[in-house]
């Protein structure tokens, strides 16, 4: 049985974070796929271009090694809070689990918070090998990731609510810990589910839950309603952010420049390969037609449009995160704000 023992000092309690109503759409900086540099520029575009939310992924690898990206979104956000005023801020997803301690990343999202004013929320999930035995960690069955949740879960709470903590538990332990430059406010906790099992611990534990659509009936079906029983169990509110992949492009060629960094995420074994190249190999040996069948690839506005309309109606989501690879990342965060967020926001409104 963990042992926790927490010491509340006086001025622990903060305030919360005003945030806008009705759903909100996010942007996705894919780190995978372009440089820092280039994904800044990116979060300043998405906060010009009307996006309510900046989100990026926290990887040690990429999923391929010819064209690829693997920059620290930490040291990323640190930047973009500096760079945006309005849009918030979100990891989608780091692990707290093996090559960071779950106290560490309790400070780099509350010295993110408090760079960007408290516009940031915390993204988590159970992890992927390619990211973590790298660092030298082996990576193991969900039993293993899902109790390491738990108690990453129990310390980061401790953390963000002011406490000075003392932990002992059957993988991570502190002594004493504590936020010395805390959060500003209430942190929201959400994690990536997949499948009913995590689902229904976010449910039961976490503030939201973060879920990447391919059929939303499915979606529903498997991740929504288990995540929704759990919470009510609880009697805790939901909250969550759907997301889909979509690549932008007006024919094949054009659809395979555009998702070359991301081919790999679709490659066989990538749950437990660490060697980007590997995946490279695997993607390419099956052929084009067949990466690209995995993916929504659409041509235009109204494609966008009915891609992620879906996530709006059908998934009821609070937070839509567009997920697009294209040819031109900045045009496209343009045309999307210009042209497809308007439609979204209206079929939200009905």
Partial sequence: MNRVSKHTEPGAGRAGFVRLAGVKFAWLCSH????????????????????????????????????????????????VAQATQRVELATSVTCPLFRYHPGLVAQHAATVDRL????????????????????????????????????????????????????????????????????????????????PKSASFAGQHADGLITSVKDPAETTERILEPYRRAARSRGAPTTVLATRWCVLAGDDDEAWEAIQPLRGLRAPGRLEEVDPRVLRERADAMGRRAVLSQYTVVPDVEGITAAYAPLVTDVGADTVAIQIASVDPLATIGLVGAEVLPRLRAKAAR
Avoid: C
């Fill in 32 to 79: 995978e796929s372009s440089q820092p540099e280039q994904l800044l520029a990116q979060a300043v575009a998405a906060e010009q271009a009307g996006f309510d939310m900046v989100t990026g992924a926290d990887h040690f690898h990429p999923w391929v090694d010819d064209r690829s990206a693997a920059g620290s979104v930490w040291a990323w956000f640190g930047a």
């Fill in 116 to 195: 960007s004013g408290g516009r940031f929320r915390l993204g988590i999930g159970t992890g992927e090998a390619i990211n973590e035995a790298p660092l030298g960690w082996s990576f193991p069955g969900y039993a293993e990731r899902i109790a390491r949740m738990d108690e990453a879960l129990q310390i980061l709470r401790g953390l963000f609510a002011g406490d000075r903590l003392d932990f002992s538990g059957e993988h991570y332990t502190t002594r004493g810990a504590k936020l010395y430059s805390p959060p500003l406010g209430a942190m929201p906790i959400w994690m990536a589910a997949g499948g």
